[in-house]
Each structure stands twice: as structure tokens, then as C-alpha cells.
């Protein structure tokens, strides 16, 4: 009778441990990276800028020609400009140079 009783007392605890285990795992492999690549993905779109070449969402290639408050235009041909949510910008190609530090590793390298 006190071996059921033991036995019983500690069975009550465990289930709740593994509910916490699992509810743990889950955080650390699948919550905290989707929550990762998301900020990171923000912080690109933040900055955006004229000049850099992006990828949509869609595959659809082009320059970034102007940047407002919640869009994009982008140029995909030549005098061809369309308008994009900043959240449709998948990744950036290539960042745009900025004009100032061009000038100042130009100047590092004339001087060596």
C-alpha cells in the first residue's frame, strides 16, 4: 500500500515536466529562429535604399528607385517603374554604394 502510494505521487509530477520539456524544445527549435529571421528581415527592408538591386517576393528583379513610408518603386526595365509594399522585397542583390565612402577608399587609394 505506502509503494502505491509513492508511486503515485511522483507519477502526478511527471507529465507536467514533460509538458514544460516539450513546450521548451519548441521555443529554442522552431518560436526563437522564426523570430530571428523575421527582425532580420525588418532591419533589410528598413534599409532599403535608391540604387540597391532587390529580389520581390514574386522573383521579380529591379533597382530600387525611391523609398517611401510603407512602399518601394522599383525599376524592372528601363523607364519601366512599379510600386511594391516594403514587406514584398525578399532580399537585397546588391547594396547601392554610398557616394561618400567610394570617395573616401578612393582617396586611401590614391595615397598608398
Known sequence: MLY???AG????FTPILMIALLFGVMYFMMIRPQQK???EAEAMQSSLGPG???VTIGGLY???TAVEDDSVLLEV???VQTRYARPAIARV???AENPAESAAD???VVKE
Open 62 to 64: 529591379g533597382t530600387v
Open 52 to 54: 540597391d538591386e532587390v
Open 4 to 6: 502505491a502510494q509513492s
Open 77 to 79: 526595365a528601363p523607364g
Open 93 to 95: 542583390v546588391t547594396k
Open 106 to 108: 578612393d582617396a586611401d
Open 9 to 12: 505521487g511522483a507519477g502526478g
Open 37 to 39: 529571421r523575421r527582425r
